[in-house]
């Protein structure tokens, strides 16, 4: 008999940073210094009135948040059901959610005294929310990319070299952002004491899931106001895409106590369901350890980490935030999977019926909104994460379909 | 009492010190790993460290790394190094312990691991992923099998914490020569020598020094300080290099080595 989980609590993460069961801190003893660091400035932070005052001033007047709620007409009318709505984290500065985090951890990194940065990056939007951040703040910034990605990605790559970052290529692996994330590891162990390590999404040892979560939980507290402005309620669905579950997480967050507002979030379901086709731990992994987190995770019988594949560089990884595995076994998020191939189709529907670029990640998000608004009332409303806009994809797309340019 | 409390109690009223390898299991195959441990031990090794390949290994350096990947590649799982070592650990008589991921441990079942560990004659185990706070409950299930879980302790560990590591550690105290990854280096931190006497004032269990040891000059600075001291890259640099060579060389090759850290040990 299935028995009844726990009801998912906000009150998460506790002291050992765990999420339920999931979560703590894997991490070789060099590192707990380090977090143990973050953990105190952090809730000094938390306690002192000028930090968020200053974080605010740069959300709304360098990064111009509040981000809209845009209510995309055609799109929902094409699709034949319930109405879609896009948080448009797309017009943020520098393209995507990400920049929430880094604005937020480089003022950490100020505070800590810490001269520079280092950070690990998929589809270079995190790479480039960094570089954005320690420019703007003067800071020394140095990015782990995956060879793979830094092909797939090239234009965020001179990005974030114009924006005065080093990039260094990752060449073991499988070259994509699970090698990062080792290597920016591998650097943060010997430079502990003079670097901060700005984690891009809700994974990782604690306290990142919760450092990074609560800096973009902005969006689902802008996204709570706007449809409370919009439509005098709450949308009946949410949808946000998947990799580490960063922009899930932010926008998820605030919705956890309304229980009567279904959460789905979406994994990368790549090439198809068979392993190492697809990027989709909490669809088809099991609990394990990876990158100082207990989590959902792609591993074989030994434990260690499969090979994962998606066409968005952003959720190709193997792992997933700790605080998703903790709202799957609650029940209180759904998590489904799309193919590559549906999110490419996602892609266009919204270029061509709404004159939106969407990033290859958010469309895997779009995908299962627009299959889910055929099975819902024309009254009901959806609102999606845009988390990204797809400028940097335009290459890799070109490729992915077989067109040449000029 | 484990197999490496026997060893130190016995080095300690002797006045000597141990010389620990490192070696990959399945690098580049099980059988050469027996083999080499055989000889490492033949040539004087005190006791062995053996490293179980595991795919994202964050402590480790570039050397030991690509070591974990060659192994992985060639299919070596974990089934096979337990029986690696259940062979050679009746051939030696010294003790083995296994560097292990926890992902790896937590997979595999921590009670199963340890019952492994335990029936093939292997001492213990180091887990370079576990701080102190997520270690009591595989301390209890080592400690109910004699097994060590050998605790880490580095440069970044501030004294009160070293002293709370310290008194859950059993069989060693592992310390971390640098703030960083495994690999040789020609220069280790200045007040290294004064950290490691420190801490040993503290503690009455041993104290081995790891990570960067690599030099016979390493081995007669830090000797007199230490308990012990663990030699990983170097070794495994060793055995990669000379592997095109044939066995047999490569193998006395990695014993000579040890043969000239030994040396400066006397
Ligand atoms: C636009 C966009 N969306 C989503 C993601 C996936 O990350 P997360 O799941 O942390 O939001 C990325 C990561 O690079 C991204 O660039």
Aim: proline share 6%; with cysteine; glycine share 10%.
């Amino acid at each position: 008999m299935p028995t009844t989980p726990h009801p998912a609590s906000p009150q998460v993460p506790d002291v050992a940073g765990r999420f339920g069961e999931f979560g703590g801190r894997y991490v070789p003893e060099t590192l707990v210094y380090a977090l143990d660091q973050l953990v105190v400035e952090y809730e000094s932070a938390q306690a002192d009135p000028q930090f968020q005052v200053e974080l605010d001033d740069l959300l709304k007047n360098y990064v111009g948040r509040p981000s809209p709620l845009y209510h995309a007409k055609r799109l929902s009318q094409v699709c034949g059901g319930a109405e879609i709505w896009l948080k448009r984290e797309d017009l943020n500065h520098t393209g995507a959610h990400k920049i929430n985090n880094t604005l937020g951890q480089a003022l950490l990194t100020l505070r800590m005294g810490k001269q520079r940065v280092i950070a690990e990056t998929g589809a270079g939007q995190h790479g480039v929310a960094t570089a954005t951040a320690c420019a703007h703040f003067g800071l020394d910034c140095v990015v782990y990319m995956g060879e793979e990605d830094i092909r797939r990605q090239a234009p965020n790559v001179f990005s974030m070299k114009l924006l005065g970052a080093e990039v260094r290529p990752v060449t073991s692996g499988s070259r994509t952002l699970r090698d990062a994330i080792n290597e920016a590891m591998r650097d943060w162990m010997s430079s502990v004491e003079t670097t901060h390590y700005i984690l891009g999404s809700v994974v990782g040892p604690h306290p990142f899931p919760m450092i990074v979560r609560d800096f973009q939980a902005v969006i689902g507290r802008e996204t709570i106001a706007q449809c409370r402005l919009r439509f005098s309620g709450l949308p009946d669905l949410v949808v946000a895409c998947v990799g580490g579950g960063s922009n899930a997480a932010g926008m998820f967050f605030p919705f956890v106590e309304s229980t009567k507002v279904p959460l789905v979030g979406v994994e990368a379901g790549g090439r198809g369901n068979q392993p190492g086709d697809h990027a989709s731990p909490l669809t088809y992994g099991s609990p394990g350890v990876l990158h100082g987190s207990f989590s959902y995770v792609m591993q074989d019988e030994d434990g260690q980490t499969c090979d994962v594949h998606s066409m968005s560089a952003g959720l190709d990884y193997p792992g997933v935030g700790p605080e998703h595995s903790y709202w799957k076994d609650s029940q209180r998020v759904t998590y489904t999977s799309c193919t590559d191939s549906a999110a490419m189709a996602a892609f266009d529907a919204l270029a061509s019926n709404e004159g939106i670029l969407p990033a290859l990640e958010s469309s895997h998000a779009i995908a299962e909104a627009m299959r889910l608004a055929k099975t819902m009332k024309k009254s009901a409303r959806i609102v999606v994460c845009l988390s990204g806009r797809g400028d940097k994809d335009a290459s890799e797309l070109a490729r992915l379909k077989g067109v040449k340019f000029g | 009492m484990s197999a490496i409390d026997s060893l130190f109690a016995k080095f300690r009223s002797e006045n000597k010190k141990a010389l620990m390898p490192f070696v990959t299991a399945g690098d580049p195959d099980l059988e050469f790993t027996a083999a080499v441990i055989r000889e490492l031990v033949a040539r004087g090794a005190s006791m062995c460290e053996v490293g179980i390949p595991y795919s994202d290994p964050i402590a480790d350096g570039p050397v030991i790394q690509a070591s974990y990947t060659r192994a992985l590649g060639k299919k070596i799982k974990l089934a096979g190094i337990l029986d690696m070592l259940g062979g050679v650990a009746p051939q030696v008589d010294t003790p083995l312990v296994t560097m292990v991921s926890y992902a790896i441990i937590y997979r595999h079942g921590l009670e199963k691991y340890a019952a492994e560990l335990a029936q093939r004659g292997v001492a213990g185990m180091i887990v370079p992923d576990l701080p102190v706070e997520e270690s009591p409950q595989l301390a209890k299930i080592c400690a109910a099998r004699d097994l060590s879980l050998v605790q880490l302790i580095t440069p970044t560990t501030p004294p009160d914490r070293a002293l709370r590591i310290a008194a859950t550690s059993s069989g060693f105290i592992y310390y971390v020569s640098v703030a960083g990854i495994t690999g040789e280096r020609t220069q280790l931190p200045p007040d290294l020598v004064e950290r490691v006497s420190w801490l040993r004032q503290q503690t009455p269990l041993p104290v081995c020094i790891g990570f960067g040891v690599s030099q016979p000059e390493h081995v007669r600075l830090l000797a007199p300080v230490a308990d012990g001291l663990i030699v990983g890259s170097a070794i495994v640099r060793r055995i990669a290099e000379a592997n095109s060579q044939g066995r047999d060389t490569t193998i006395s090759a990695v014993g000579d080595y040890l043969g000239t850290l030994l040396a400066a040990l006397k």
